[in-house]
């Protein structure tokens, strides 16, 4: 079995729908099997609308976040044509991963 990691880059505050844009994901993801997620705010980021850090509450919903999964390769092959199918367009990377238990011999 391939496992693959994918971490979709979205910013604080995203919607879809009446969802915010990690929920989603973690719906969507566990609706195809996917057994668990991650969202990850940033303390600070820069990208093509300049530079945003974190200053208490001036910037609220403009931080990046990444939302990350590890799951089978056709699970994350199919997150990501259902993102797609829902007319979002976010950046996202995969890459393929070795999954392991600590304390097992």
């Given at each position: 079995?391939?496992?693959?990691?994918?971490?979709?880059?979205?910013?604080?505050?995203?919607?879809?729908?009446?969802?915010?844009?990690?929920?989603?994901?973690?719906?969507?993801?566990r609706?195809?099997?996917?057994?668990?997620?991650?969202?990850?705010?940033?303390?600070?980021?820069?990208?093509?609308?300049?530079?945003?850090?974190?200053?208490?509450?001036?910037?609220?919903?403009?931080?990046?976040?990444?939302?990350?999964?590890?799951?089978?390769a056709?699970?994350?092959?199919?997150?990501?044509?259902?993102?797609?199918?829902?007319?979002?367009?976010?950046?996202?990377?995969?890459?393929?991963?070795?999954?392991?238990?600590?304390?097992?011999?």
């Amino acid at each position: 079995m391939q496992t693959f990691y994918a971490r979709f880059c979205v910013q604080e505050g995203m919607k879809h729908g009446h969802l915010p844009i990690h929920e989603w994901l973690f719906e969507t993801a566990r609706a195809l099997g996917i057994s668990g997620g991650t969202v990850f705010r940033a303390a600070a980021g820069f990208g093509r609308h300049g530079l945003y850090e974190d200053h208490f509450f001036e910037l609220a919903g403009k931080l990046p976040e990444s939302v990350e999964f590890f799951a089978e390769a056709d699970k994350i092959a199919a997150l990501i044509e259902q993102v797609g199918k829902e007319g979002l367009r976010l950046v996202y990377v995969t890459y393929p991963v070795s999954v392991g238990l600590t304390g097992t011999a």
